[in-house]
């Protein structure tokens, strides 16, 4: 990908690659990724499990753990207005515990397993200050945490509460404002409403939403589920088999997409008022990333490549092409014709 | 005909802080499952919809009210019938994992109903049976997945052969509790066709359980839609007509909540049409209609009165204020 740093990059990931060894070999789940991250912008991140994008974030936050190994790539971290520069990879651990939760947090899957079941709401809190703020005073915590919890409108009276009293849309509220409660400028949240019913859900992004715009933090969405985030974020980048294989303005994106699998995946999300006969599955598993790829990594599951349109040239897929203002396709083929305007929307 | 009716149904599970209390899980559930129908079932965790599809199955007695099968109690039934009925009302779960014993084989755990209820005289019998039925729902070619153990499988795949599982048996009625909500999006609607197709090539009856309208749009066509709050179902309708023109405050706000418009990009979310989000708990539910608390349009008398299902402009409706709610 064209790789112009911008005033406002926050983040860059430049040609991150992250194995895996397995039982059959080496799995490549992050393969030679490049992309940037913006201030104050919210980018959702989006794949199929196993597409690869936890382990990107885990690579942007320094925790690809054994058997995972970065084998190239680096992650850099602009500070306020590119003063300062990190390399997230090379920091020591101390610089690193200074930096986790104060610059990038994260907001983990699953909120029923992510708080410790004996611990009350507020020592969570207390846990994640000290270890920043050595000298801390327990007054000034009870305020900030109090402050947090109002951010997502959770009364303060839960501070006393142990996790098992909290709702899942409670609980998930409750680690949304523990990851605003050192003020990081980026917050990761990976599949923050999976599991989560319409009406929390809806909730919860309009928090995230307010949250975002009233305290310009850039937000970096995780989730399988285009729906939900194609009206909270600016920008969206598609994973699969371990690429990113689009990347760009979510209305571009969505409303009239440049790869066959973006393609295949709006079409395949049902919604509430169109024709019940019109969409269809992408058929096919997604790729095995243990082997060694030799055609496009889509081929097998793309209409593109099965009307014979396409040659599937693996190397051809190994740049992303520049297909718009400031959008980035893998495919080739439709990069360089004029694709078929879709109806992804009304 | 009608496969399956029910009547007055009621659920009470005792209570796990207060003994003696019972907590009520549903109440006054009237509903009835024609031959080759499509019912959906929406509503939010803990309105009880898992519970009403087990119910149907008939793995919660009722406590209180009347549920028949064929024209007779289930309850009443005698040893051959009640085979019959068990057979004949089949389930697929929503953790496609649980759902499978893990030191089985595919076929191991299949073959078992098939024998059992002498359905397949032998093994090779039933092996023949299942092979038959993984064409039909699209896992090719069978021997790759009969000897294989559920962890080596994706969960559209074990999706796929609990639906083989329930279709086995020749049921009449399957009730799928959020077959799909575990399932990637990209095959999401593959699912959803396959259980189109049985219902439309075996006229099976299906529940179709779930949160996500959207799917339920799908799944049902032409069916109905149910949406269930607290234990009761508020709104009843034809799906398309329910989606199209929602009646119920409730429905309301939560048609709200679906996102829509995914080519628009970024915009305003404006608030829900309600007054609170969290849910009342069970154990305590309000007073009068249940869903008082959190309904924009309430008024006293909401608080005081149970509102019944009732006809208005076609569909079924549990609200006093039906006629002024705009």
Redesign the interface.
Known sequence: MEQNIKENTIIEVKDLTIDFKVENGILRACDHTSFDIRRNETVAIIGESGSGKSTLCSGILNMVNVPGKVTSGTVTYFSEYQHAKADILKMSPQEETQFRWKEISTVFQAAQNALNPVLKIKEHFYETILAHQHNAKAEEMDEKIKKVLGYVRLDPAVMEYYPHHLSGGMKQRVLIALSLVLDPKVIILDEPTTALDVVTQYYILQLLSNIQKGFKITMVFLTHDIAVVSNIADRIAVMYGGEIVEYGRTEDVLGNPKHPYTKGLVDAIPTLHDDVTKRKAIHGTPPDLTQKFEYCKFKDRCPVYQEGKCEADYERTRTMYKTGDDRYSRCYTWAEQDTPNMNGGK | MELIKIEHLGISFDSRTKKKEKVKILQDINLSIEEGEVIALVG??GCGKTTLGKTIVGLYPPSEGVISYKGKDITKLNKKEYMDYRLGVQMVHQDSFAALNPNRTIFQSLSMPLLQNHIAKNKKEAEDILREYFTEVGLTPPEQFLYKYPHQL???QRQRILLARALSVKPRVIVADEPVSMV???????L??LMTRMNQKYRISFVYIT?????A??VA?DGRLAVMYLGRIVELNNIREA??NPRHPYFK???????????????E?K??P?RS??MPSVNNPPTGCSFHTRCPYYQERCEKETPKLREFEGGMIACHFAEEIP
């Open positions: 939010e965790s994706s969960g559209g990637d999006v990209s095959l999401r609607i593959a959803i066709d949160h996500d309208l959207a799917t749009r799908y066509k989606i199209d706000a939560l048609i709200a909540a679906v996102p829509s418009d995914i080519g628009r990009g970024k915009s979310m608030d829900l309600l989000l969290d």
